[in-house]
Antibody
Framework: QVQLVESGGGLVKPGGSLRLSCAAS????????MSWIRQAPGKGLEWVSY????????YYADSVKGRFTISRDNAKNSLYLQMNSLRAEDTAVYYC???????????WGQGTLVTVSS | QSALTQPASVSGSPGQSITISCTGT?????????VSWYQQHPGKAPKFMIY???NRPSGVSNRFSGSKSGNTASLTISGLQTEDEADYYC??????????FGTGTKVTVL
């Protein structure tokens, strides 16, 4: 069965950096687009970024453009999110999600909490 | 990209039907048939309920149905059950090769 397991969350100071990882299993990872989606405490879902299956296309929400970088390693069945210049408003649970098609997500990880605070 | 507009809350009694609206623009909901709906219980990851406006993934109850008219998509839950009490989010592909989610709707079963 499909499994997505995020890791790398934690407490970081404003202006700091963090790298999230998502380990995928149960499907042919290299065949699918992948996304990061976040949810601030008590708030709604916000799409963050997606990456094409072959890593040649990456798109970002305006709120993270220039600060976050999505990447993947198909050999390791892993998805990453490098987050720099973190702000308090980046505090959220970050989910990785497998694309069913056209940014519709049929499987989600359990999420990893990122807290940006001094 | 502004979030799609959903009602903050919708409620119904067991067995009733409820409908949640999701209003966007011609650049998202009105321009594409890539509208999805997700169900999220407290503390859990979202669950894929509807894709391509009106299609149900395998394993999702046929009590859930989706539709679209112009810039507004809708999710209808028929035969409301206590386990349907959750938050529901719509999403849509956009002209900017990005995705926008709805503001979310809390469904309460009375």
């Amino acid at each position: 069965q499909v499994q997505l397991v995020e890791s790398g969350g934690g407490l970081v100071k404003p202006g700091g950096s963090l790298r999230l990882s998502c380990a995928a299993s149960g499907f042919t990872f290299s065949d699918f687009y992948m996304s990061w989606i976040r949810q601030a405490p008590g708030k709604g879902l916000e799409w963050v970024s997606y990456i094409s299956s072959s890593d040649n296309r990456r798109y970002y929400a305006d709120s993270v453009k220039g600060r976050f970088t999505i990447s993947r390693d198909n050999a390791k069945n892993s998805l990453y999110l490098q987050m720099n210049s973190l702000r308090a408003e980046d505090t959220a649970v970050y989910y990785c999600a497998k694309d069913y098609r056209e940014l519709q997500f049929d499987h989600w990880g359990q999420g990893t909490l990122v807290t940006v605070s001094s | 990209q502004s979030a799609l507009t959903q009602p903050a809350s919708v409620s119904g009694s067991p067995g009733q039907s409820i409908t949640i609206s999701c209003t966007g623009t011609r650049s998202d909901v009105g321009g594409y048939n890539y509208v999805s709906w997700y169900q999220q219980h407290p503390g859990k990851a979202p669950k894929f309920m509807i894709y391509d406006v009106s299609n149900r993934p395998s394993g999702v109850s046929n009590r859930f149905s989706g539709s679209k008219s112009g810039n507004t998509a809708s999710l209808t839950i028929s035969g409301l059950q206590t386990e349907d009490e959750a938050d529901y989010y719509c999403s849509s592909y956009t002209t900017s090769y990005t995705l926008v989610f709805g503001t979310g709707t809390k469904v309460t079963v009375l």
